[in-house]
């Protein structure tokens, strides 16, 4: 990336606060911290053990949820996109389990499941489970038929073909899945904090409203933001990563 788009990015992220500041000081944001309010509660919260531990917290419920989710919905999805039995045997239960929003399944998690920190995984997992599974599904399908024709015709057995030519040609909609699944899952995650969770920056978020500390909660908006950021960054470097093949590949 070059100087001038480092530039336009930074300075993208810096109007934010620039507008903010400038229309507190106008009174166009009534009720609303200041950023030097909202300064000021960060680095006091960077003092605070309780802010650390829902950070780790959250963070680790995310990726380990996003790493089961991954696991489950890529072979999955792959299975449902190249064969028409197997897809009609899964895919229309799955579907009708997609839209139900992630609220809606806190109280029977917490019914089902023997403890709140499962049920916040559970729910977590289902905000990256479904666009990864979609994604695949779509990945699958659009692979070219003379593509596998191709490598059978070269001696290529059902499972090489697969893994050598289906799975690969999938993977920039797996990616763009997984990318989609990593916001999803923070979302999800923040809302199961929020409602079932006793830590976590979800929950921190919570109960700076009810306590009035409104500082605090762009806090935490803020450093949700941060981990979203973050999180959809490590995603897309393991993805370039993977799909730097097409790059080294002869002309």
Do not use: K
């Amino acid at each position: 990336m070059d100087s001038r788009r480092r530039l336009v990015r930074a300075g993208s992220i810096l109007a934010v606060p620039l507008l903010w500041l400038v229309a507190s000081r106008f009174g166009l944001l009534s009720g609303l911290p200041t950023p030097i309010e909202v300064i000021d509660a960060y680095v006091a919260e960077l003092y605070r053990e309780d802010f650390w531990l829902s950070t780790v917290q959250s963070t680790i419920r995310v990726f380990v949820s996003f790493a089961v989710a991954a696991a489950l919905a890529i072979p999955l999805g792959l299975l449902i996109g190249r064969y028409e039995a197997f897809a009609d045997l899964t895919f229309p239960a799955l579907e009708m389990l997609r839209p139900i929003p992630p609220i809606a399944w806190i109280p029977f998690t917490i019914l089902v499941l023997p403890a709140a920190e499962l049920s916040i995984m559970f729910i977590t997992f289902l905000g990256a489970f479904f666009p990864i599974l979609l994604n695949t599904i779509q990945g699958a399908r659009g692979v070219e038929v003379e593509y596998s024709r191709a490598a059978q015709s070269l001696g290529a057995n059902s499972y090489q073909t697969f893994r050598h030519v289906i799975y690969p040609s999938a993977l920039p909609a797996i990616h763009a899945g997984m990318i989609v699944g990593m916001g999803l899952a923070w979302v999800n995650l923040i809302a199961a904090e929020m409602v079932a969770g006793g830590t976590g920056l979800g929950f921190l978020t919570w109960s700076a409203y009810t306590s009035g500390s409104y500082p605090t909660i762009i806090v935490g908006i803020i450093t949700i933001g941060l981990l979203g950021a973050l999180s959809s960054a490590i995603v897309r470097f393991v993805g370039d990563w993977q799909l730097n093949w097409g790059e080294n590949q002869p002309t």
